[in-house]
């Protein structure tokens, strides 16, 4: 795969990021090698990470789960991220900071492309994708299928949760519907809630009581909105919709990690508006489609483009009804949009 081509200012900017981080990360190991020296340390144990805040992270004992610490990262670890396990020794002291002296397998992570083209992990050990969406800002079938692909090529499961459902009348009611029936065919369970009613509330919580989640959305969707509902003494920072462009703010800062009364974990991430996926190859957005899968490498030619080659296996299925127009639409939209964005 070829990368984008950066300017000179912006190889400047990698630059001058890349020292500021080895500035840090010197910083981080005096304060680490400080702590080890005093041994003001407690013993190693397994720890759950709670939130990044950047230079320091805070950890949560998985055998005292009320012993909760920021720490600092020994060095030439590998960062951790909001769900990741670690090996850490907390400070004795109330007021001081703990260590953390390795990051522990992953069993997943959900990641996209940062500015430069590489691969950004935004959370780990995740069991869930909820894709949440509201009748505004308006929800587009090439935007939900952009997160399901990114969802699909994480081989994370993923649900789509339409938010603020009270907000739903003559005048969308019909276009929501159209727009949202052909997930539950796919695979794709299809929630719908009102954190304004509670109606929809008790079935999400009994969804998200197994294992660990995370909400990924555009902003103003209401997703931190939604973690005040699931837990109300959580505190989520909520934004107010802009009446002019009907477009959220972002507010939440760090992804962070929040334990449900009734079971389970959910990561509350940073909003999103778009999730990128111009670093996929071809083959990978086609594996996205879960419809597409029985007709991958059955076409004529091996370089078809599954538009008007003659034996394409994709069309023909298209034809048949076993695939989607709409979905067909958003395919080929998504593949234009990876072809545009990889010449950038």
Request: aromatic share 6%; glycine share 10%; net charge positive.
């Amino acid at each position: 795969m070829s990368k984008r081509k950066l300017s000179r200012r912006q190889q400047w900017r990698i630059a001058k990021a890349q020292q500021e981080r080895e500035a840090r990360a010197r910083k981080r190991g005096q304060s680490v090698e400080q702590a080890l020296e005093h041994d003001g340390l407690g013993r190693e144990q397994t720890g759950l990470v709670i939130a990044n805040y950047g230079t320091q992270i805070l950890v949560e004992s998985e055998s005292i789960p009320s012993l909760r610490q920021r720490c600092h990262l020994r060095a030439n670890i590998d960062t951790p991220v909001t769900g990741d396990h670690v090996a850490w020794r907390p400070a004795n002291s109330g007021s001081g900071c703990g260590v953390v002296g390795a990051r522990l397998p992953r069993i997943s992570e959900l990641q996209r492309p940062d500015r430069y083209g590489d691969l950004k992990t935004i959370a780990a050990n995740i069991n869930r994708i909820v894709i949440v969406i509201a009748p505004y800002p308006e929800p587009y079938a090439n935007a939900i299928d952009r997160y399901l692909v990114a969802a699909e090529t994480t081989g994370i499961a993923p649900i789509l949760l339409l938010n603020k459902i009270d907000l739903i009348d003559d005048s969308n009611h019909e276009t929501l519907e159209a727009l949202l029936a052909p997930y539950p065919d796919l695979g794709y369970p299809v929630l719908k809630l009102s954190t304004k009613t509670g109606q929809g509330l008790p079935r999400l919580l009994k969804t998200l009581a197994q294992g660990s989640s995370v909400f990924v959305g555009q902003s103003g969707v209401g997703k931190s909105s939604l973690v005040n509902a699931l837990l109300p003494g959580a505190g989520a920072h909520t934004g107010i919709l802009s009446e002019a462009t009907r477009k959220g703010t972002h507010t939440t800062t760090a992804a962070e990690l929040f334990h449900l009364p009734s079971g389970g974990d959910l990561i509350d991430s940073p909003g999103i508006r778009e999730f990128g996926l111009w670093h996929l190859e071809e083959a990978a957005l086609l594996e996205g489609f879960v419809e597409f899968r029985p007709f991958i490498g059955h076409c004529r030619f091996r370089d078809c483009r599954h538009q008007a080659e003659p034996g394409c296996a994709i069309r023909a299925a298209l034809v048949n009804g076993d695939i989607s127009e709409r979905r067909m639409n958003s395919f080929l939209h998504l593949r234009n949009s990876l072809a545009s964005e990889n010449k950038c």
